[in-house]
């Protein structure tokens, strides 16, 4: 194949940027992987990575993804992260990461955790998660915890297999924040001394403390229930 040669004579090759969209067979599911491995090895950075596969079948990523010494952004739709207690990151360069109906084999909380910290430098941080069959108890706590952490984008949507979540903030010099929420049961945000925009949409209730806006007085938020509040905040 084209990409085989292509990594066969330009071994010595450093990647800026690998983007592949895989599915099918294991015979060739297994040959795209050994492309993202090689691809992170040769020090790509940037890596965007997506499958066609059914939503029940997840292709787990290779193991060196996690531990990249010059990813700046990573960008993984519809595929699997492996279970935290496996999991090593180590991503010091990694400004931009982004989820999308990722499957965590043993949930996303504890996954989720780990991944942002071992990410000292990120600033951009979406996930989007569809009904998927994760192993995630009910009623769990999603931890987003970030010093550097500047733009913040959470779409969770409803369905047959979903979990419900409470979601937990603590990102200081968040700037944006986005929600489009009909999973999560409750949010409680910390520390928002640089917020300045935050669109919501969705069914639960906000819990804003230790921020510029009193927990008591939500005025600064034009929240509407099923709707979109979007607030400037000075």
């Known amino acids: 194949m084209v990409v ?3 990594m066969e004579f330009n071994r010595g090759l450093h990647m800026q940027y690998f983007k592949v969209n895989f599915g099918g067979t294991t015979v060739y599911t297994n040959r795209f992987l050994e492309w993202i491995a090689t691809a992170v090895d040769r020090g790509v950075q940037h ?12 292709e787990f990523m290779p193991k060196n993804i996690y531990k990249s010494k010059t990813l700046v952004s990573l960008k993984l739709a519809n ?25 965590y084999d043993d949930g ?12 000292p430098v990120l600033e951009e941080f979406t996930m989007m ?24 984008c959470l779409t969770f949507y409803w369905g047959m297999y979903s979990t419900v979540f409470s979601v937990e903030i603590d990102a200081p010099r968040l700037k944006y924040m986005s929600f489009r929420d009909d999973l999560s049961a409750g949010i409680v945000v910390k520390n ?13 209730n906000v819990n804003v403390d230790t921020s510029p806006l009193e927990p008591v007085d939500l005025s600064p938020l034009s929240l509407l229930e099923n709707g979109t509040a979007d607030s400037h905040i000075p």
């Open 108 to 119: 996303p909380s504890k996954i989720t955790e780990k991944l942002l910290l071992g990410c």
């Open 47 to 58: 890596l965007d990575v997506g499958s066609t596969n059914l939503i029940f079948i997840k």
């Open 192 to 204: 928002l001394s640089s917020l300045v925009k935050i669109d919501l949409d969705t069914d639960f």
């Open 4 to 6: 085989n040669k292509y």
């Open 79 to 103: 595929v699997g992260i492996m279970k935290h207690q496996e999991l090593v990151v180590s991503l010091p360069c990694l400004k931009i990461m982004h989820l999308n109906n990722v499957y």
């Open 129 to 152: 998660r569809v009904p998927n069959f994760d192993n995630e108890e009910s009623h769990s706590v999603l931890r987003v915890r970030s010093q550097t952490l500047k733009i913040f």
